[in-house]
């Protein structure tokens, strides 16, 4: 199986603080990436997605990530966080392998934003 | 919208139960997928089905099996439970690639407690 990595386990900012989230993954061919979200009780939800063109995708809520294909990552970005940003983050990695395009997601970062 | 629904919010069982999970999604999606979310482990791919009457074991498919006999439900079976399974579960769907934004739908996840 291909992985993914996130760096951060859990990150803790005060309100306006800028966030950046890393993600790195190791399959070498093409990928389409993937940004989710999870907020406290609530099912995962996609946050934004890249399959080609532009590397840097805009998402929902003010969040961007910049796919950079020399370095393998695809690190999630938001210029201000407020309190509702308060969620756990998964990167995915979706590829082709044995016929099938299978999906690995990282381990997660848990943000936590204090007003 | 798409929904994804899986039978229980939260389930316990004993030791050597048998337990079935299902999840049912209204979308007429081709692929569905069991995930197991763990802390500090994020998602972990158990089964997934890319068709009725298809499965392909995941990354972590022991003591684990799958049944897709309908399009829309895809149900996850312990054979045996033991308390190592104890965990969240997540079914999601999707289009098949090609098809669409390839992005997976999550349903509210099961939490699972062996006894």
């Known amino acids: 199986a291909q992985s993914v990595s996130q760096h951060n386990h859990h990150v803790i900012l005060s309100e306006a603080a800028s966030l950046e989230l890393g993600c790195n993954y190791s399959?070498?061919?093409?990928?389409?990436l993937f940004w989710y979200v999870q907020y406290p009780g609530q099912h995962l939800q996609l946050l934004l997605k890249?399959?080609?063109?532009?590397?840097l995708v805009k998402g929902i809520k003010g969040f961007e990530a910049e796919f950079i294909k020399s370095k393998f990552s695809f690190n999630l970005r938001k210029p201000s966080v407020q309190w509702s940003d308060t969620a756990e983050y998964f990167c995915a990695v979706a590829y082709y392998s044995g016929g099938y395009q299978k999906v690995t997601f990282g381990t997660g970062t848990k943000l936590q934003v204090i007003p | 919208d798409v929904k994804v629904t899986q039978s229980s919010r939260y389930l316990v069982k004993r030791t050597g139960e048998k337990v079935f999970l299902e999840c049912v999604q209204d979308?007429?999606?081709?692929?569905m997928f069991w995930y197991r979310q763990d802390p500090g482990l994020g998602l972990r791919l158990i089964y997934f089905s890319y068709d009725v009457k298809m499965k392909e074991k995941g990354d972590i498919p022991e003591g684990y099996s799958v049944s897709r006999e309908k399009k829309e439900r895809f149900s996850l079976i312990l054979e045996s439970a033991s308390t190592n399974q104890t965990s969240m579960y997540l079914c999601a769907s999707r289009l098949p690639p090609g098809q669409g934004s390839n992005e997976q739908f999550f349903g509210p996840g099961t939490r699972l407690t062996v006894l």
């Open positions: 890249y399959f080609s063109g532009d590397p």
């Open positions: 399959y070498g061919g093409t990928v389409n």
């Open positions: 979308m007429d999606h081709e692929n």
